[in-house]
């Protein structure tokens, strides 16, 4: 089996996602979510954060991709977004000092990847918005709705891990939705390629 089609299985990318979030979640009990931020937890315990990197990491390299597969999204701008988020998820794993520089690097990183990620997953979900295909316009109202909510929440009580992990989960449900139920399946001929 080549590569390619190892990356396109439906169980590998199922696979991943559920291993993202069950890691996640033990991750998140490592200690008090709602005293201290992800970053902090790596700092004392840098082989778990390593792990958790990794991971999520994973399950958002097979799984967005799978989702551009599933809408046939052509979008080459799309996946560079996403290959640059991960390379910031792998900066803010391996830098994890408390001096200045490293310590604002982590920050700057870490944020550039929950921003690029959001970027690509944006591609395939406007490509159906602007079919006006209702499954997700009201999936990604939702998803839109609760991780805005998410936002103001970290930024209220900022340094919560808690608030962090859940615009994750978010995406990892929004992607489990449009992935794997059956309400999502797409016909061939309901989708065209998105040029950019």
Known sequence: MKLKQIFNSELLSLST???GLTYGMFYLDIENPFKVSLSQMGRSNHALFAVWCLL??????VNIPYFYKRTQCK????LGFLVAGLVCLIITGSVMGEA????YTHMVTSIL????CFFALLFPIFKMLLKRDK??????????TLMLANIILISIFKQMA???FVALILTYFYLFFVNFTRVFDIKE???TALDT
């Open 17 to 19: 996602l559920i291993a």
């Open 56 to 61: 999520s990491g994973l399950a958002l390299l």
């Open 75 to 78: 979008s080459r701008l799309g």
């Open 100 to 103: 200045p520089a490293p310590y």
């Open 113 to 116: 990847f929950a921003i690029f």
């Open 135 to 144: 499954r997700y316009i009201i999936l990604s109202v939702i998803y839109f």
């Open 162 to 164: 808690f608030y962090e």
């Open 189 to 191: 001929t309901e989708t």
